[in-house]
């Protein structure tokens, strides 16, 4: 089946320590997202990529790094440098252009312990 | 720039009674704009989008939104809730230039026995 897998789940941080998230997709989208959600808020935008090799700041970008060295894979790292990583994280994808619905994954709670 | 505004962030109603969201967009240009639901630590499912072909738009489950350019409105309706449909709803549009997306604050809704 087509779709966008996040992994894992739930995920537990010790202060100080960088965390990576994964985010693989097989639709074959060129453009791919990160978002941030914490409760009673709406997605903050924290990375996207529209193409392979490229990607650009969102909103809230600082504490946080991807890549995109492969057109299905988008992952996410959380530095030492976010204060407040703990939150709920989704990916999504989607073709270009303005008039394309994204599609989200299933999400990763993080949490620092 | 464009925005989409909720203009409730809770709504509650009884089972079998009718579900108004209210959304409003602003787009100096015929805007694209999608209804998402999220259930609790779940991503997000599109129910339906607006693509300038027709103004009243079905979507799943039930859900249907009518664009209203004279009123910049893009209201989700239902017009029997279930209590499936308790969830967090969110308005969004998507940016002309890059395609990102701009999501609304999102509205709970609560659906009494």
């Known amino acids: 089946d087509g779709g966008i897998t996040q992994s894992p789940k739930y995920l537990f941080r010790k202060e100080g320590q960088n965390v990576t998230l994964s985010c693989e997709q097989n639709l074959n989208h060129d453009a791919m997202y990160w978002y941030r959600q914490d409760p009673g808020q709406g997605l903050r935008l924290i990375y996207y990529?529209?193409?392979?090799?490229?990607?650009q700041k969102g909103d809230i970008a600082e504490g946080y790094s991807v890549s995109r060295e492969k057109k299905e894979s988008f992952p996410l790292t959380v530095t030492s440098a976010q204060k407040n990583p703990t939150a709920f994280y989704l990916c999504?994808?989607?073709?270009?252009?303005?008039?394309?619905?994204?599609?989200f994954g299933q999400g990763t709670r993080l949490t620092v312990v | 720039a464009q925005s989409v505004t909720q203009l409730d962030s809770h709504v509650s109603v009884s089972e079998g009674t009718p579900v108004l969201l209210r959304c409003n967009y602003s787009?100096?240009?015929?805007?694209?704009l999608f209804w998402y639901v999220q259930h609790p630590n779940k991503g997000l499912q599109l129910l339906l989008k607006y693509t300038s072909a027709a103004t009243l738009v079905k979507g799943i489950n039930g859900f249907e939104a009518e664009f209203k350019k004279s009123e910049t409105s893009f209201h989700l309706t239902k017009p029997s809730a279930h209590m499936s449909d308790a969830a967090e709803y969110f308005c969004v549009t998507s940016s002309s230039n890059t395609g990102k997306l701009i999501f609304g604050q999102g509205t709970t809704l609560q659906v009494k026995p």
């Open positions: 990529s529209q193409i392979v090799n490229d990607f």
């Open positions: 999504a994808s989607s073709t270009q252009g303005a008039w394309t619905e994204a599609f």
């Open positions: 787009s100096s240009y015929s805007p694209s």
